[in-house]
């Protein structure tokens, strides 16, 4: 909600009304995959980052888990 409380304080330019939409459906996607905010940023985290992980020495890779 904390964007559509800002849009009228800062203007109703559409650009805020857009991107105040868009934080709302991104918010409710993350809910449907009943993600946090915080799993939701490490799940982005290692999908950028990728499976491989070359600082960790061989002793300590985990390959199933």
């Known amino acids: 909600m904390a964007p559509f409380v800002a ?5 109703w330019d559409w650009r805020m009304i857009y991107l105040a939409v868009a934080i709302a459906i ?3 996607l993350m809910r ?5 905010v ?13 499976a491989e992980r070359p600082a960790t020495p061989p002793s300590k890779q985990r390959f199933f888990a």
Do not use: E, M, T
């Open 26 to 28: 991104i918010f409710a």
């Open 32 to 36: 449907a995959a009943g993600l946090s």
């Open 7 to 11: 849009v009228p304080f800062s203007g």
């Open 38 to 50: 915080v799993g939701a940023a490490r799940r982005v985290r290692s999908w950028i980052a990728g």
